[in-house]
């Protein structure tokens, strides 16, 4: 860290003395992810490439030997890493903070570098974006990337109700941050719809739905299915309390008597993968419940191929019922049939002709719901092709256009 400081101040030293001869257009993106678990981060950064820009991305670091490198075009700078099994709320805010204070040196240092031309940083904490006050001043316009809607999220993690005083600094925290960016991104227009309302006007808050690049996430892509012996059901993502795995869990018995030889993969690690692994085993549930360790974005595809159904069981619980699953997005462009709880997002966005709904927490009609596709044959592919009308439309093709036309206007205001 004192090197980093010791180079921030040699830059300072040189920033006006030193023009800057290429006339490129230059990006940072800041981000608290591993750039390997983040599809999202990686399909951004590369539409700027592909628009001309050079690109930098700060994120956390798989290890402390992984070393800064680049990957597509794109310069990688992982400043911290991060415990995945972290069960205190205490220690994944330290980290937060921690992250914070180190996104501001290497932010700034790389800045005096480069001259950025647009920072796109994404939340949560919310405040980290005023790490490039420094960039903003001289000029850098400054995009807010709301992927988790911090107040709720924050209720959910802290279990406390809206009226608490830390709900309410949080808040406040959202408010001057859109006030401070050039432009703000959600994810699904119920936030943006949240936000207006107490935080930025709707002409500076825009909707990217986070679906995943075509490139990489396509049916035809989709080798021939492997494993062939069972009716495979497939979780990917954290294994976080909202997202609904132990009501998959508790739901797979049930699965078992209507489907004998069904099979559920879960891929991707978090704060309960061992109680769910200890769950497991005491149904008995080892034989057909196989557990594995997450995997890059763009091998996702290769894994998910031998899925016969992708299960989103997010619970409809503050923070989760407004969110959209990323992964019913991939299943989707996959051309994988899924079955999904019905939160209010996921009513907002799909309809019964498109995906399998269960009631939210719903174990058994979870089960219902498997065993009733697992019958029908022509059911999934009907569900999967009409699904992938979504994708034409609102896929990362589409939604790319809204997101360059908001780089233009920062570019040309």
């Given at each position: 860290?004192?090197?980093?400081?010791?180079?921030?101040?040699?830059?300072?030293?040189?920033?006006?003395?030193?023009?800057?001869?290429?006339?490129?257009?230059?990006?940072?993106?800041?981000?608290?992810?591993?750039?390997?678990?983040?599809?999202?981060?990686?399909?951004?950064?590369?539409?700027?490439?592909?628009?001309?820009?050079?690109?930098?991305?700060?994120?956390?670091?798989?290890?402390?030997?992984?070393?800064?490198?680049?990957?597509?075009?794109?310069?990688?700078?992982?400043?911290?890493?991060?415990?995945?099994?972290?069960?205190?709320?205490?220690?994944?805010?330290?980290?937060?903070?921690?992250?914070?204070?180190?996104?501001?040196?290497?932010?700034?240092?790389?800045?005096?570098?480069?001259?950025?031309?647009?920072?796109?940083?994404?939340?949560?904490?919310?405040?980290?974006?005023?790490?490039?006050?420094?960039?903003?001043?001289?000029?850098?316009?400054?995009?807010?990337?709301?992927?988790?809607?911090?107040?709720?999220?924050?209720?959910?993690?802290?279990?406390?109700?809206?009226?608490?005083?830390?709900?309410?600094?949080?808040?406040?925290?959202?408010?001057?941050?859109?006030?401070?960016?050039?432009?703000?991104?959600?994810?699904?227009?119920?936030?943006?719809?949240?936000?207006?309302?107490?935080?930025?006007?709707?002409?500076?808050?825009?909707?990217?739905?986070?679906?995943?690049?075509?490139?990489?996430?396509?049916?035809?892509?989709?080798?021939?299915?492997?494993?062939?012996?069972?009716?495979?059901?497939?979780?990917?993502?954290?294994?976080?309390?909202?997202?609904?795995?132990?009501?998959?869990?508790?739901?797979?018995?049930?699965?078992?008597?209507?489907?004998?030889?069904?099979?559920?993969?879960?891929?991707?690690?978090?704060?309960?993968?061992?109680?769910?692994?200890?769950?497991?085993?005491?149904?008995?549930?080892?034989?057909?419940?196989?557990?594995?360790?997450?995997?890059?974005?763009?091998?996702?595809?290769?894994?998910?191929?031998?899925?016969?159904?992708?299960?989103?069981?997010?619970?409809?619980?503050?923070?989760?019922?407004?969110?959209?699953s990323m992964k019913s997005f991939e299943y989707i462009s996959l051309g994988i049939p899924i079955v999904i709880s019905k939160t209010k997002a996921h009513s907002y966005y799909y309809n019964s002709s498109m995906v399998k709904f269960f009631n939210p927490k719903?174990?058994?009609?979870?089960?219902?719901?498997?065993?009733?596709?697992?019958?029908?044959?022509?059911?999934?592919?009907?569900?999967?092709?009409?699904?992938?009308?979504?994708?034409?439309?609102?896929?990362?093709?589409?939604?790319?256009?809204?997101?360059?036309?908001?780089?233009?206007?920062?570019?040309?205001?």
């Open positions: 860290m004192s090197q980093l400081i010791r180079n921030f101040m040699k830059s300072i030293k040189t920033y006006f003395t030193k023009a800057d001869i290429k006339n490129i257009p230059k990006a940072c993106f800041l981000y608290y992810v591993r750039f390997d678990k983040s599809a999202i981060l990686y399909r951004e950064a590369k539409a700027l490439k592909d628009k001309g820009f050079e690109v930098d991305i700060i994120c956390l670091k798989q290890s402390t030997k992984e070393t800064p490198k680049a990957f597509d075009g794109l310069n990688l700078y992982y400043i911290q890493s991060r415990a995945f099994s972290e069960k205190r709320i205490t220690e994944y805010f330290l980290r937060l903070f921690l992250f914070y204070i180190k996104s501001i040196l290497v932010i700034n240092y790389l800045w005096l570098i480069k001259k950025y031309d647009i920072i796109h940083i994404t939340s949560p904490p919310d405040i980290i974006v005023f790490a490039a006050m420094i960039p903003k001043l001289f000029g850098a316009k400054i995009i807010l990337d709301i992927h988790d809607i911090g107040p709720e999220l924050y209720m959910r993690k802290l279990n406390v109700p809206e009226n608490q005083l830390i709900i309410r600094i949080l808040k406040y925290f959202e408010k001057i941050s859109c006030r401070f960016a050039d432009h703000v991104i959600t994810v699904t227009d119920l936030w943006k719809e949240k936000l207006i309302k107490r935080s930025v006007p709707s002409s500076k808050c825009s909707v990217l739905l986070n679906v995943p690049d075509e490139e990489i996430f396509k049916a035809s892509a989709m080798k021939k299915k492997q494993i062939i012996d069972s009716f495979n059901l497939f979780y990917h993502g954290s294994l976080e309390e909202h997202f609904g795995v132990d009501t998959l869990l508790k739901a797979m018995p049930i699965i078992k008597e209507y489907v004998p030889n069904a099979a559920l993969h879960i891929y991707g690690g978090g704060r309960l993968l061992e109680e769910f692994k200890i769950l497991t085993e005491n149904l008995n549930m080892k034989e057909y419940v196989h557990f594995y360790d997450g995997v890059p974005f763009y091998k996702l595809p290769e894994i998910l191929s031998d899925a016969d159904l992708g299960i989103v069981p997010t619970k409809n619980s503050i923070f989760s019922d407004e969110a959209v719903d174990g058994r009609d979870l089960a219902l719901s498997v065993a009733e596709l697992y019958k029908d044959s022509e059911g999934r592919k009907r569900l999967a092709c009409n699904a992938q009308t979504f994708i034409k439309a609102f896929g990362w093709s589409q939604t790319k256009k809204t997101y360059y036309q908001i780089i233009d206007r920062l570019m040309n205001g």
